[in-house]
Each structure stands twice: as structure tokens, then as C-alpha cells.
């Protein structure tokens, strides 16, 4: 019980020590996500492949260093928007809210390198193709990011890999044919962002 006590004694001094910033972040993200299979009267039509299209993120990030382990806490909010194509079938777009909570490490005076989940909720997706709406998706997911960056002064930089650890699926029909689709909704991509610190 005393070992506790004094364990716990040295976290709560060690985080009215730790430096606390924040700032804001924007980039490019360079997406895809799963197969689109059709299916024909309820009988498997055909499977297409996607196609990596350019998305984008903006958000706001906390890191939260802590001295005694050389470590830092690092929390974000964004909202990403992705873009998949299929050839000859239109393109998959979605809307989400990104909640990375990051573990990192600095490397020597400017780098870093982090690992930690990213739980991700969906807002809107929709598949280009005529007469065809939403009729099911999955609207929660949770993935793994990693990667490495710098930070110079009040500007960072960062590289990171995203690909989600469940499955889900969206679930659309073309109401004329009755054909139906279903997209494997799991996004897998790499993230190239840029940050403002806002903090001194």
C-alpha cells in the first residue's frame, strides 16, 4: 500500500512538471479502402478493386511530455475526408471524426516517433453511382497509427500509417435494378501532415 502511495505521489508530481502544448494540424491523405462487391438479386455479381485517391484532414492536437520517462502523451481531434475510386463504378467518398491518442518518443533534439489507436466515427459516405443510396453502414471503427516526425520551432511535421483493426462495411442499393453493393469501409492510408504549435 506505501509503495502505491509513493508511486502515485511521484506521478502527480511529475505531471504538475510536465509541459503541456497545443496547436492545430492540417494535411493530405493518401487513402483507399476495401473491395466493393456486387450482388445481383442477393447472388454475388462481381468484386472490383479501389483505386488510392488523395483526401485531406484538419484538426487540433495536445502533447503532454512527461520528464521522468522521456515520453510524451499526444491526443488529436480531426476530421477527415477520404476518396476511393473503382474503375467503371464510381467513386466512394467519407466523412469522419479521427480521435488518434498517440504514444511518442523525441529523437535527439527534433525528431520523434509515435505509435497508438485511432478511434474513428463516421459522418457521412456515399457511392457515386446513379440512382444508388446508404441503406447500412458501419459508423464506428478503431485503427492503429504509426510513424515518425520533426518538429522545428512552432512548426511540425509528420508521416504516419492508418489502417483499421475491425471490420466494417457500408451497405448501399441501386432501388431501379435492385442491385446492392458493399463496400469494405476499413480505410487503409498514409498521412502526411503539418502543425502550428500554438503554444511558447
Given at each position: 500500500m506505501r509503495k502505491l502511495v509513493v508511486l502515485g505521489a511521484i506521478l502527480i508530481s511529475s505531471l504538475s512538471f510536465a509541459q503541456i502544448d497545443f496547436g492545430i494540424k492540417g494535411g493530405l491523405n493518401f487513402a483507399s479502402v476495401g473491395d466493393m462487391t456486387s450482388?445481383?438479386?442477393s447472388v454475388f455479381d462481381s468484386k472490383v478493386d479501389s483505386d488510392t485517391k488523395t483526401g485531406y484532414h484538419v484538426g487540433a492536437w495536445g502533447r503532454v511530455a512527461l520528464p521522468i520517462v522521456g515520453i510524451y502523451v499526444q491526443p488529436e481531434l480531426n476530421?477527415?475526408?477520404?476518396?476511393?475510386?473503382?474503375?467503371n463504378n464510381g467513386d466512394y467518398t467519407l466523412d469522419k471524426i479521427d480521435i488518434p491518442v498517440l504514444a511518442g518518443m523525441k529523437i535527439l533534439s527534433v525528431g520523434r516517433i509515435f505509435v497508438g489507436p485511432s478511434f474513428q466515427y463516421l459522418i457521412n459516405d456515399d457511392l457515386d453511382i446513379s440512382g444508388v443510396r446508404d441503406i447500412n453502414s458501419d459508423d464506428f471503427t478503431v485503427g492503429i497509427q504509426f510513424g515518425a516526425g520533426a518538429q522545428l520551432g512552432k512548426l511540425g511535421v509528420d508521416l504516419r500509417y492508418d489502417t483499421g483493426l475491425n471490420d466494417t462495411e457500408s451497405n448501399f442499393v441501386n432501388e431501379t435494378?435492385?442491385?446492392s453493393f458493399t463496400v469494405d469501409s476499413r480505410p487503409s492510408q498514409v498521412i502526411l501532415g503539418v502543425s502550428y504549435k500554438l503554444t511558447n
Open positions: 450482388y445481383a438479386n476530421y477527415t475526408h477520404l476518396k476511393t475510386e473503382y474503375s435494378t435492385g442491385t
